[in-house]
């Protein structure tokens, strides 16, 4: 019964996370780094070409995030670096500046533990997330 109860109500919650119409995909960076790869670069271009009127339908935010390796002001400014790699890779697919919003959050609001190494490479990463606009 207890079981039953606490799937009653985290599910519900867990939806709330990550909306059914929104679309997520990830770039992942190295240490220190705010190079994207061209593997990611096709994988993003690939992606966003799947996505009929994209440009029209959504409205685009970017959120990056760091590992906490080399300070706050640091990861502040490689955070703001990676974001702006994105977009300039949204730019040269013709998608609209004023439709492309950014957080950056630098080692701040990590998802995953920076304790180990896999937890650190996962954290390094911006998040490219469209959200359908309201008309």
């Not at 599910?11 to 709330?16: E, M, V, Y």
């Not at 997520?24 to 271009?45: C, M, N, P, W």
Request: proline share 4%; charged share 25%.
């Amino acid at each position: 019964m207890n079981h039953l109860l606490f799937a009653i109500i985290i599910f519900p919650i867990a939806g709330l996370c990550q909306p059914a119409d929104e679309l997520r995909k990830s770039i992942y960076f190295g240490g220190g780094s705010y190079y994207i790869d061209s593997a990611q670069v096709a994988e993003l271009t690939h992606w966003l070409d799947s996505i009929p009127q994209v440009a029209e339908r959504f409205e685009i935010e970017l959120i990056s995030h760091t590992d906490p390796i080399g300070g706050r002001r640091y990861n502040e400014w490689l955070s703001a670096m990676r974001s702006e790699a994105v977009v300039e890779i949204l730019l040269l697919r013709k998608i609209p500046e004023r439709i492309i919003h950014r957080k950056d959050w630098g080692l701040e609001n990590a998802v995953y533990s920076n304790n180990g190494y896999a937890g650190r490479r996962m954290n390094r990463r911006v998040d490219v997330i469209l959200h359908p606009m309201v008309y």
